[in-house]
C-alpha cells in the first residue's frame, strides 16, 4: 500500500467535510455522548462513502492517472 502525503488527504477531507449535511457536523458538538458517538460513525461513513471511489496519492507517487475525478461532479477533473 503507498502512503499518501498529509497534505493531500488533508486537502481531500477538507473538501468532503465541507460538504457533509450540518446536522451530523452539528451532532459531533452534542451534549450527549450517544449522540456524538452516533454522529462519529455518520461522518466516517459519510466520508468513506464520499472519498472511497478515488485514486489519492501523494506528489511522490510512481504512477498517477492523467487526471483526478473531482469531489464535486460538475467541476470535472481535476489535474
Same mark, same amino acid.
Given at each position: 500500500m503507498?502512503?499518501?502525503d498529509d497534505d493531500t488527504l488533508s486537502r481531500h477531507l477538507e473538501?468532503?467535510?465541507s460538504?457533509?449535511?450540518p446536522a451530523i457536523l452539528d451532532g459531533l458538538?452534542?451534549?450527549d455522548r450517544c449522540r456524538? &458517538?452516533?454522529a462519529t460513525a455518520d461522518l466516517a461513513r459519510y466520508l468513506t462513502e464520499r472519498l472511497g471511489c478515488f485514486y489519492i496519492q501523494g506528489e511522490?507517487?510512481?504512477m498517477r492517472p492523467a487526471g &483526478?475525478?473531482?469531489l464535486f461532479a460538475d467541476l470535472g477533473p481535476l489535474g
Open positions: 503507498i502512503r499518501i473538501v468532503a467535510i460538504g457533509a449535511a458538538a452534542d451534549t456524538r &458517538h452516533t511522490d507517487a510512481i &483526478h475525478p473531482s
